[in-house]
């Protein structure tokens, strides 16, 4: 499909031991992780809408922390968009390329990797969460320079001043995050102007939203 990732690189390791970890955790429960993302949540479905507003037909829309591409990756291809997905976790695009074969899947870090061409849209939901916050800035700088001019972002954060380890299905996960005011600051510092964001969990350590454009400043 997106004709413009025909020429990726070879995936890149994880730099360091605790995204190592964390692809290992995803890897050895990636069928259990599968099997608890099943519908789409009414809220992420509207910001996902949302998003597309801005983006042509058929928009070309890169999806970074795919997992097993459900329920995220199979939405957009549903309603037309031509997808790429991208995953540090081989397990995971493995059900990924099963259940939605449509869309084209690379492995790799999204600190690292370059999934070639530019996209109408990025949307990066619960994955940079697992990123050291002290690579945040340069995650959101790559997002902003794989993007097209106003280009549309959809990311979500911790949303707290935390950085540490937590336990799901049986693994321990690494989280880091900074608090909203910062990284909103961030994603500004970034090229992006601010659209919409919220705090859609407040039973969670404060789970943020954010819904950006890429701004004129944005990176090339
Ligand atoms: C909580 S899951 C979310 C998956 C998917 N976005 C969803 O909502 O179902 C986090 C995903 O981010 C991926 N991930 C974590 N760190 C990553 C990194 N540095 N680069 C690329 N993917 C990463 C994991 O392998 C996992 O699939």
Known sequence: MAS???H???PPDPPDDQSRAVASAYDRS???WHATRTELPVNLRQLLNRMLIDCPPA???LDVGCGS????T?????????????DASGALLEIARREVPEASFLQGDMRLVEPGGSFDAIIAWDSVFHVPRADHAAVFARFASWLKPHGSLLVSLGGSEWEGTSEMMGETFFYSGYAHTESLRLLREAGFDLLNHEIDDPSSRGHLAVLARKGASGHE
């Open 69 to 72: 591409g459900i329920p995220i």
């Open 8 to 10: 990726l690189r070879e």
């Open 30 to 32: 990636a069928k259990r």
């Open 59 to 61: 928009p070309v829309v």
């Open 74 to 86: 199979r939405y957009l291809v549903e309603v037309g968009c031509l997808m790429t997905g991208l």
């Open 4 to 6: 413009t990732i025909h």
